[in-house]
């Protein structure tokens, strides 16, 4: 890793799950690598994560709902100083290794042509996307592609991949992140599912799914 430069900058959306949220920002604070920056962009002000971002030297800012999560994201986008920018989901994480985070970025450092990558790649009208409750991008890509303000929320990871499919560039997964949620798509790819050792970290609204579905045994 270079010195004295921000490396991955790691976005959190708080989004009305006060549970969830604190676990996965304990989770996140005890596996980022040096030279990294945690940002929440919190929609609803709520002065307990501030003052708790604050304590941990984690970047707080109140994004008055403008835009909704897509706006949220523009705006850790347009503060971040990484070179690359990560978006997790705050409802639905469960981080298993703790080096997810230096993973994730080794797959970025080593697919230079890549801009974007996921823990899926999903059909979508006949084409593919990249799911959207975890990604990586190149930081620099991002500032240049930010999310359309009229999208739904949940066509987010869609839009990524129209942009990056104007732009001629592939999709791929990154092989140990799993980032679907669960559902009968996902059912029928569960056998290739089975055949992970190990993930480093999953986005999913059920997680006595995952272990039905990939044996996992923590």
């Known amino acids: 890793m270079q010195n004295n430069s921000t490396i991955v900058s790691i976005c959190l959306v708080p989004f009305q799950n006060k549970k969830n949220f604190l676990t996965i920002l304990s989770s996140v604070k005890k596996t ?38 897509a706006g949220a994201v523009n705006l850790a986008v ?23 985070l230096s993973y994730m970025v080794g797959y970025m450092e080593r697919f230079t042509e890549i801009h974007v990558m996921g823990g899926d790649i999903r059909p979508f ?22 999310y359309n303000l009229s999208y739904p ?25 799993h980032s679907s949620m669960f559902n009968e798509w996902n059912k029928r790819s569960h056998d290739t599912n089975m055949k992970i050792r190990r993930i480093k970290i999953v986005h999913s609204h059920l997680i006595e799914n995952y272990v039905k579905f990939t044996g996992w045994q923590e």
């Open 32 to 69: 980022i690598i040096p030279d990294s920056e945690i940002i929440i962009i919190d929609n609803n002000p709520n002065d307990e994560y501030k003052i708790l971002c604050e304590k941990l030297n984690f970047i707080y800012h109140h994004n008055a709902n403008q835009g909704q999560l």
């Open 78 to 100: 347009s503060i971040a100083k990484g070179k690359y920018f990560i978006y997790l989901c705050t409802n639905h994480i469960y981080i298993y290794c703790a080096d997810w």
């Open 125 to 146: 009208r006949n084409k593919n996307h990249v799911q959207g409750g975890i990604y990586i991008a190149r930081t620099s890509w991002m500032k240049a592609h930010p």
């Open 153 to 177: 929320f949940t066509f987010m990871d869609v839009e990524i991949s129209k942009e990056i499919m104007k732009d001629r560039k592939k999709m791929i997964k990154i092989p140990l992140i």
